[in-house]
Protein backbone atom coordinates (compact mmCIF):
# COMPACT_ATOMS: atom_id res chain seq x y z
CA UNK A 1 0.00 0.00 0.00
CA UNK A 2 1.22 3.31 -0.16
CA UNK A 3 2.88 5.12 2.46
CA UNK A 4 0.69 8.66 3.23
CA UNK A 5 3.69 9.98 5.97
CA UNK A 6 6.52 9.10 2.96
CA UNK A 7 4.39 10.87 0.41
CA UNK A 8 4.06 13.75 2.79
CA UNK A 9 7.63 13.41 3.51
CA UNK A 10 8.26 13.86 -0.52
CA UNK A 11 6.04 17.03 -0.47
CA UNK A 12 8.10 18.68 2.38
CA UNK A 13 10.99 17.85 0.82
CA UNK A 14 9.69 19.23 -2.35
CA UNK A 15 8.56 22.53 -0.25
CA UNK A 16 11.79 22.87 1.16
CA UNK A 17 13.48 23.10 -2.25
CA UNK A 18 11.14 25.70 -3.99
CA UNK A 19 11.77 27.67 -0.35
CA UNK A 20 15.73 27.41 -1.01
CA UNK A 21 15.33 28.25 -4.54
CA UNK A 22 13.50 31.84 -3.30
CA UNK A 23 9.70 30.37 -4.70
CA UNK A 24 10.92 27.75 -7.17
CA UNK A 25 7.34 27.05 -8.26
CA UNK A 26 6.27 30.46 -7.90
CA UNK A 27 9.34 32.31 -10.48
CA UNK A 28 8.56 28.73 -13.02
CA UNK A 29 5.36 29.71 -13.29
CA UNK A 30 5.48 33.41 -13.44
CA UNK A 31 8.27 32.53 -15.97
CA UNK A 32 6.03 30.61 -18.19
CA UNK A 33 3.17 33.08 -18.00
CA UNK A 34 5.50 36.26 -18.83
CA UNK A 35 7.20 33.86 -21.84
CA UNK A 36 3.46 33.03 -23.25
CA UNK A 37 2.57 36.93 -23.28
CA UNK A 38 5.52 38.65 -24.79
CA UNK A 39 5.05 35.20 -27.59
CA UNK A 40 1.62 37.03 -28.09
CA UNK A 41 2.77 40.13 -28.25
CA UNK A 42 5.14 39.20 -30.82
CA UNK A 43 3.24 37.65 -32.72
CA UNK A 44 0.71 40.32 -32.76
CA UNK A 45 3.20 42.11 -35.16
CA UNK A 46 4.40 44.84 -32.67
CA UNK A 47 7.04 47.40 -33.93
CA UNK A 48 10.78 47.15 -34.64
CA UNK A 49 11.99 48.80 -31.04
CA UNK A 50 9.37 46.78 -29.02
CA UNK A 51 10.19 43.46 -31.18
CA UNK A 52 13.54 43.37 -30.03
CA UNK A 53 12.66 44.05 -26.11
CA UNK A 54 10.37 41.30 -26.43
CA UNK A 55 12.91 38.83 -28.23
CA UNK A 56 15.37 39.67 -25.20
CA UNK A 57 12.74 39.02 -22.74
CA UNK A 58 11.75 35.73 -24.27
CA UNK A 59 15.22 34.41 -24.27
CA UNK A 60 16.12 35.24 -20.76
CA UNK A 61 12.53 33.63 -18.94
CA UNK A 62 13.60 31.22 -21.51
CA UNK A 63 17.10 30.10 -19.79
CA UNK A 64 15.28 30.70 -16.18
CA UNK A 65 12.74 28.10 -17.20
CA UNK A 66 16.02 26.02 -18.49
CA UNK A 67 17.23 26.37 -14.52
CA UNK A 68 13.88 25.78 -12.86
CA UNK A 69 13.42 22.88 -14.89
CA UNK A 70 16.82 21.54 -14.22
CA UNK A 71 16.48 21.90 -10.75
CA UNK A 72 12.99 19.80 -10.71
CA UNK A 73 14.63 17.10 -12.98
CA UNK A 74 17.26 16.32 -10.05
CA UNK A 75 14.06 15.73 -7.31
CA UNK A 76 13.59 11.65 -7.44
CA UNK A 77 10.58 11.90 -7.04
CA UNK A 78 8.49 12.14 -10.29
CA UNK A 79 6.83 15.89 -10.86
CA UNK A 80 3.71 16.95 -12.80
CA UNK A 81 2.79 20.32 -12.76
CA UNK A 82 -0.26 21.55 -14.13
CA UNK A 83 -1.74 25.50 -14.91
CA UNK A 84 -5.45 26.43 -13.84
CA UNK A 85 -6.74 24.78 -16.77
CA UNK A 86 -5.14 21.48 -16.31
CA UNK A 87 -2.61 21.64 -18.75
CA UNK A 88 0.78 20.01 -18.22
CA UNK A 89 3.42 22.62 -18.18
CA UNK A 90 6.33 20.43 -16.77
CA UNK A 91 6.93 16.41 -15.98
CA UNK A 92 10.09 16.17 -14.80
CA UNK A 93 12.86 13.25 -15.51
CA UNK A 94 11.71 10.97 -12.84
CA UNK A 95 8.06 11.53 -14.02
CA UNK A 96 8.72 10.61 -17.44
CA UNK A 97 10.29 7.49 -16.43
CA UNK A 98 7.56 6.64 -13.75
CA UNK A 99 4.71 7.26 -16.55
CA UNK A 100 6.35 6.87 -19.84
CA UNK A 101 5.51 10.64 -21.27
CA UNK A 102 2.35 12.83 -21.43
CA UNK A 103 -0.02 10.79 -23.40
CA UNK A 104 0.71 8.10 -20.97
CA UNK A 105 -0.80 10.23 -18.23
CA UNK A 106 -4.06 11.42 -19.81
CA UNK A 107 -4.87 8.37 -20.43
CA UNK A 108 -4.43 7.01 -16.81
CA UNK A 109 -6.09 7.62 -13.61
CA UNK A 110 -3.80 10.45 -13.28
CA UNK A 111 -5.72 12.69 -15.90
CA UNK A 112 -8.63 12.59 -13.81
CA UNK A 113 -6.86 13.94 -10.25
CA UNK A 114 -7.05 17.63 -11.18
CA UNK A 115 -10.66 17.44 -11.88
CA UNK A 116 -11.26 16.73 -8.31
CA UNK A 117 -9.51 19.87 -6.76
CA UNK A 118 -10.27 22.13 -10.08
CA UNK A 119 -12.20 24.54 -7.97
CA UNK A 120 -10.01 25.17 -4.99
CA UNK A 121 -8.35 28.92 -5.63
CA UNK A 122 -6.44 29.66 -2.89
CA UNK A 123 -3.57 27.43 -0.46
CA UNK A 124 -2.20 28.88 2.54
CA UNK A 125 1.07 27.68 1.46
CA UNK A 126 3.09 27.18 -1.99
CA UNK A 127 2.69 23.93 -1.73
CA UNK A 128 -1.04 22.93 -0.02
CA UNK A 129 -1.90 18.60 0.02
CA UNK A 130 -5.04 17.99 -1.48
CA UNK A 131 -6.42 15.50 -0.18
CA UNK A 132 -4.94 12.13 0.68
CA UNK A 133 -2.06 10.32 -1.51
CA UNK A 134 -3.63 7.36 -3.80
CA UNK A 135 -2.65 4.13 -5.04
CA UNK A 136 -2.89 4.57 -9.27
CA UNK A 137 -1.73 2.09 -11.87
CA UNK A 138 -0.02 3.26 -15.18
CA UNK A 139 0.12 1.14 -17.64
CA UNK A 140 1.82 -1.95 -15.72
CA UNK A 141 2.53 0.43 -12.93
CA UNK A 142 1.28 0.65 -9.49
CA UNK A 143 2.31 4.21 -8.33
CA UNK A 144 1.47 6.36 -5.34
CA UNK A 145 0.04 10.05 -6.18
CA UNK A 146 -0.01 13.16 -3.91
CA UNK A 147 -1.90 15.84 -5.58
CA UNK A 148 -0.90 19.73 -4.38
CA UNK A 149 -2.24 23.25 -4.93
CA UNK A 150 0.95 25.65 -6.12
CA UNK A 151 0.38 29.48 -4.73
CA UNK A 152 1.75 32.44 -4.78
CA UNK A 153 3.23 34.91 -2.31
CA UNK A 154 -0.07 36.32 -1.86
CA UNK A 155 -2.08 32.60 -1.68
CA UNK A 156 -3.36 32.93 -4.93
CA UNK A 157 -3.57 29.34 -6.90
CA UNK A 158 -1.67 29.25 -9.72
CA UNK A 159 -1.04 25.69 -10.63
CA UNK A 160 -1.36 22.34 -9.77
CA UNK A 161 1.47 20.14 -8.49
CA UNK A 162 1.52 15.94 -8.74
CA UNK A 163 4.26 13.88 -6.83
CA UNK A 164 4.74 10.46 -7.90
CA UNK A 165 6.45 7.74 -6.19
CA UNK A 166 6.66 3.73 -7.86
CA UNK A 167 4.76 2.24 -4.81
CA UNK A 168 4.86 -1.22 -6.27
CA UNK A 169 8.86 -0.21 -6.05
CA UNK A 170 8.80 0.27 -2.36
CA UNK A 171 6.48 -2.38 -1.31
CA UNK A 172 8.72 -4.79 -3.34
CA UNK A 173 11.74 -3.60 -1.58
CA UNK A 174 9.96 -4.09 1.79
CA UNK A 175 8.80 -7.44 1.34
CA UNK A 176 12.14 -8.37 -0.15
CA UNK A 177 13.89 -7.56 3.27
CA UNK A 178 11.21 -9.45 5.16
CA UNK A 179 12.02 -12.34 2.84
CA UNK A 180 16.23 -12.32 2.71
CA UNK A 181 15.71 -11.90 6.58
CA UNK A 182 13.45 -15.09 7.33
CA UNK A 183 15.82 -17.38 4.58
CA UNK A 184 18.78 -16.37 6.45
CA UNK A 185 17.86 -17.12 9.62
CA UNK A 186 17.26 -20.95 9.53
CA UNK A 187 21.01 -21.92 8.11
CA UNK A 188 21.59 -19.21 11.01
CA UNK A 189 20.25 -20.46 13.49
CA UNK A 190 21.27 -24.21 12.84
CA UNK A 191 25.11 -22.98 12.64
CA UNK A 192 25.13 -20.98 15.35
CA UNK A 193 23.16 -23.90 17.25
CA UNK A 194 25.84 -26.47 16.00
CA UNK A 195 28.70 -24.36 16.93
CA UNK A 196 27.96 -24.00 20.07
CA UNK A 197 27.79 -27.73 20.52
CA UNK A 198 30.92 -28.72 18.94
CA UNK A 199 32.20 -25.77 21.15
CA UNK A 200 30.96 -27.38 24.12
CA UNK A 201 32.32 -30.72 23.47
CA UNK A 202 36.09 -31.67 25.19
CA UNK A 203 39.04 -30.75 23.78
CA UNK A 204 39.80 -33.97 23.61
CA UNK A 205 37.47 -35.58 22.34
CA UNK A 206 36.87 -35.88 18.11
CA UNK A 207 34.31 -33.58 16.68
CA UNK A 208 31.05 -35.31 16.21
CA UNK A 209 30.91 -35.94 12.40
CA UNK A 210 27.07 -35.56 11.97
CA UNK A 211 27.20 -32.18 13.61
CA UNK A 212 29.66 -30.99 11.43
CA UNK A 213 27.77 -32.38 8.21
CA UNK A 214 24.76 -30.31 9.27
CA UNK A 215 27.34 -27.20 9.49
CA UNK A 216 28.69 -27.67 6.06
CA UNK A 217 25.25 -28.61 4.79
CA UNK A 218 24.11 -24.73 5.95
CA UNK A 219 26.90 -22.71 5.30
CA UNK A 220 26.52 -24.50 1.33
CA UNK A 221 23.12 -23.07 1.63
CA UNK A 222 24.12 -19.75 2.82
CA UNK A 223 27.19 -19.88 -0.27
CA UNK A 224 24.63 -20.94 -2.88
CA UNK A 225 22.32 -17.96 -1.50
CA UNK A 226 25.16 -15.24 -2.11
CA UNK A 227 26.00 -16.73 -5.28
CA UNK A 228 22.80 -16.58 -6.48
CA UNK A 229 21.90 -12.96 -4.98
CA UNK A 230 25.20 -12.04 -7.00
CA UNK A 231 24.18 -13.23 -10.48
CA UNK A 232 20.33 -12.09 -9.62
CA UNK A 233 22.44 -8.42 -8.94
CA UNK A 234 24.24 -9.22 -12.24
CA UNK A 235 20.77 -9.73 -14.04
CA UNK A 236 19.72 -6.29 -12.82
CA UNK A 237 22.87 -4.30 -14.04
CA UNK A 238 22.28 -5.78 -17.26
CA UNK A 239 25.88 -7.63 -16.68
CA UNK A 240 24.73 -11.22 -16.61
CA UNK A 241 26.58 -13.43 -18.90
CA UNK A 242 26.44 -16.96 -19.54
CA UNK A 243 28.60 -19.86 -21.18
CA UNK A 244 28.34 -21.24 -24.18
CA UNK A 245 28.25 -25.13 -24.71
CA UNK A 246 26.39 -28.17 -25.72
CA UNK A 247 23.91 -28.87 -23.17
CA UNK A 248 21.46 -31.96 -23.94
CA UNK A 249 18.24 -31.08 -22.26
CA UNK A 250 16.93 -34.76 -21.43
CA UNK A 251 19.36 -35.47 -18.71
CA UNK A 252 18.91 -31.99 -17.63
CA UNK A 253 15.56 -31.94 -17.03
CA UNK A 254 15.98 -35.36 -15.19
CA UNK A 255 18.48 -34.35 -12.81
CA UNK A 256 16.07 -31.16 -11.88
CA UNK A 257 13.61 -33.28 -11.25
CA UNK A 258 14.97 -35.83 -9.25
CA UNK A 259 16.43 -33.03 -6.86
CA UNK A 260 12.61 -31.53 -7.01
CA UNK A 261 11.11 -34.74 -5.29
CA UNK A 262 11.64 -34.27 -1.60
CA UNK A 263 9.72 -31.02 -2.14
CA UNK A 264 7.02 -32.63 -3.75
CA UNK A 265 6.61 -35.87 -1.87
CA UNK A 266 6.24 -33.78 1.24
CA UNK A 267 3.76 -30.95 -0.66
CA UNK A 268 1.54 -34.62 -1.48
CA UNK A 269 1.39 -34.05 -5.35
CA UNK A 270 2.80 -36.03 -7.93
CA UNK A 271 5.15 -34.84 -10.75
CA UNK A 272 6.20 -36.45 -14.27
CA UNK A 273 7.93 -35.96 -17.20
CA UNK A 274 6.72 -36.07 -21.29
CA UNK A 275 9.91 -35.87 -23.64
CA UNK A 276 9.78 -36.31 -27.28
CA UNK A 277 12.47 -35.66 -30.04
CA UNK A 278 14.79 -36.33 -27.12
CA UNK A 279 17.92 -36.92 -29.32
CA UNK A 280 17.33 -33.68 -30.63
CA UNK A 281 16.91 -31.73 -27.29
CA UNK A 282 20.05 -29.95 -27.23
CA UNK A 283 20.75 -26.57 -26.93
CA UNK A 284 23.92 -24.15 -26.91
CA UNK A 285 24.15 -22.76 -23.27
CA UNK A 286 24.52 -22.83 -19.64
CA UNK A 287 23.51 -26.29 -17.94
CA UNK A 288 24.18 -24.56 -14.08
CA UNK A 289 22.18 -21.72 -15.11
CA UNK A 290 19.70 -23.48 -17.28
CA UNK A 291 19.04 -26.03 -14.36
CA UNK A 292 18.55 -22.96 -12.01
CA UNK A 293 15.81 -21.03 -14.43
CA UNK A 294 13.92 -24.77 -14.33
CA UNK A 295 14.53 -25.44 -10.75
CA UNK A 296 12.89 -22.13 -9.88
CA UNK A 297 9.77 -22.95 -12.29
CA UNK A 298 9.35 -26.00 -10.91
CA UNK A 299 9.65 -24.74 -7.28
CA UNK A 300 7.12 -22.21 -7.81
CA UNK A 301 4.41 -24.91 -8.94
CA UNK A 302 5.00 -26.93 -6.33
CA UNK A 303 4.65 -23.59 -3.90
CA UNK A 304 1.33 -23.08 -5.22
CA UNK A 305 -0.49 -26.18 -5.93
CA UNK A 306 -2.49 -27.72 -3.13
CA UNK A 307 -1.79 -31.48 -2.14
CA UNK A 308 -3.47 -34.07 -4.62
CA UNK A 309 -2.28 -32.11 -7.05
CA UNK A 310 -0.36 -31.95 -10.56
CA UNK A 311 3.01 -31.02 -11.87
CA UNK A 312 4.14 -32.45 -15.89
CA UNK A 313 6.85 -31.26 -17.37
CA UNK A 314 6.97 -31.65 -21.21
CA UNK A 315 9.88 -31.10 -23.89
CA UNK A 316 9.81 -31.29 -27.34
CA UNK A 317 10.93 -29.33 -30.82
CA UNK A 318 8.17 -26.82 -31.23
CA UNK A 319 9.41 -26.77 -34.80
CA UNK A 320 13.26 -27.24 -36.51
CA UNK A 321 15.14 -24.44 -34.54
CA UNK A 322 13.55 -24.26 -31.39
CA UNK A 323 12.59 -26.57 -28.27
CA UNK A 324 9.74 -25.97 -25.77
CA UNK A 325 9.83 -26.74 -21.96
CA UNK A 326 6.50 -26.55 -20.41
CA UNK A 327 5.88 -26.71 -16.88
CA UNK A 328 2.53 -27.61 -16.00
CA UNK A 329 0.59 -27.52 -12.95
CA UNK A 330 -3.19 -27.59 -11.55
CA UNK A 331 -2.33 -25.56 -9.19
CA UNK A 332 -4.23 -21.80 -7.47
CA UNK A 333 -3.28 -20.15 -10.63
CA UNK A 334 -2.12 -16.35 -11.18
CA UNK A 335 -4.92 -13.47 -10.43
CA UNK A 336 -5.71 -10.63 -13.24
CA UNK A 337 -3.51 -8.24 -11.08
CA UNK A 338 -0.86 -10.67 -10.46
CA UNK A 339 -0.16 -11.66 -14.15
CA UNK A 340 1.68 -8.79 -15.53
CA UNK A 341 3.82 -8.43 -12.60
CA UNK A 342 5.14 -12.04 -11.92
CA UNK A 343 8.41 -11.86 -13.70
CA UNK A 344 9.18 -8.70 -12.37
CA UNK A 345 12.31 -8.74 -9.02
CA UNK A 346 11.30 -9.15 -5.86
CA UNK A 347 7.49 -9.68 -6.97
CA UNK A 348 5.23 -11.88 -4.72
CA UNK A 349 1.39 -11.64 -5.70
CA UNK A 350 -1.48 -12.67 -3.58
CA UNK A 351 -2.62 -16.37 -4.62
CA UNK A 352 -5.67 -17.80 -3.14
CA UNK A 353 -6.68 -21.16 -3.12
CA UNK A 354 -10.47 -22.17 -4.53
CA UNK A 355 -11.87 -21.26 -0.52
CA UNK A 356 -9.37 -17.71 -0.61
CA UNK A 357 -6.68 -18.90 1.89
CA UNK A 358 -3.91 -16.49 0.90
CA UNK A 359 -0.93 -18.39 -0.04
CA UNK A 360 2.68 -17.18 1.27
CA UNK A 361 5.48 -19.54 0.71
CA UNK A 362 8.75 -18.99 1.81
CA UNK A 363 10.98 -17.70 -0.74
CA UNK A 364 12.60 -14.29 -2.11
CA UNK A 365 10.01 -13.32 -4.95
CA UNK A 366 12.99 -13.80 -7.71
CA UNK A 367 12.86 -17.46 -9.19
CA UNK A 368 10.27 -16.36 -12.08
CA UNK A 369 12.69 -13.15 -12.43
CA UNK A 370 16.03 -15.38 -12.30
CA UNK A 371 14.15 -17.81 -14.85
CA UNK A 372 13.07 -15.56 -17.17
CA UNK A 373 16.15 -13.76 -17.29
CA UNK A 374 18.26 -16.98 -17.71
CA UNK A 375 16.02 -17.83 -21.11
CA UNK A 376 16.52 -14.49 -22.71
CA UNK A 377 20.29 -14.52 -22.23
CA UNK A 378 20.14 -17.79 -23.75
CA UNK A 379 18.15 -16.23 -27.15
CA UNK A 380 14.81 -17.61 -25.76
CA UNK A 381 11.92 -16.52 -24.16
CA UNK A 382 9.44 -17.29 -21.47
CA UNK A 383 6.07 -16.46 -21.18
CA UNK A 384 2.67 -17.68 -19.37
CA UNK A 385 -1.06 -18.66 -19.53
CA UNK A 386 -2.80 -18.93 -16.29
CA UNK A 387 -6.28 -18.42 -14.82
CA UNK A 388 -7.06 -18.33 -11.06
CA UNK A 389 -8.42 -21.81 -10.08
CA UNK A 390 -6.97 -23.18 -13.23
CA UNK A 391 -3.84 -24.02 -12.45
CA UNK A 392 -0.63 -22.17 -14.70
CA UNK A 393 1.38 -23.40 -17.78
CA UNK A 394 5.13 -21.60 -17.71
CA UNK A 395 6.44 -22.28 -21.50
CA UNK A 396 10.49 -21.52 -22.01
CA UNK A 397 11.33 -21.84 -25.59
CA UNK A 398 14.86 -22.24 -26.40
CA UNK A 399 17.01 -22.44 -29.73
CA UNK A 400 18.09 -25.90 -30.57
CA UNK A 401 22.15 -26.30 -30.96
CA UNK A 402 22.77 -25.95 -34.30
CA UNK A 403 25.80 -27.79 -34.36
CA UNK A 404 23.44 -30.65 -33.51
CA UNK A 405 22.20 -32.70 -36.92
Known amino acids: MTNPDELKTTLQRVNTLGAATEQLFSRLYTGLRRR ?50 GRIVHMNKAAKDLIGGRKAFWNSELGGLFNAYKDIVSADSELMPLGEPTRVQVNDKVLGAQVAALANSSGQRIGTLIILRDALAEQLKDQ ?39 LSRNVDILDRMIVELLDISEMSASAFAIRRAPVDLAPLLAGVTRGMEPEVKKAGLDMAIWARDTQHLTVQGDEQRLRWALGHLLQNAVRYTE ?48 SGKLLDPRGLGQGLFVAKTVTEAHGGWLNVHSQPGQGSVFTMTLPVDVGVG
Open 36 to 85: NAAQKQLERGPDPENASVLQLQIAQQGEEIERLNAALDAIGEGIVMQNLD
Open 307 to 354: AGGHIILTACLSDAEHVTIQVIDTGVGIGERDLPNIFDRFYRGEPRTA
Open 176 to 214: FVTAISHELRTPMAVIKGMSDVVMAQPADKPPNRRFLET
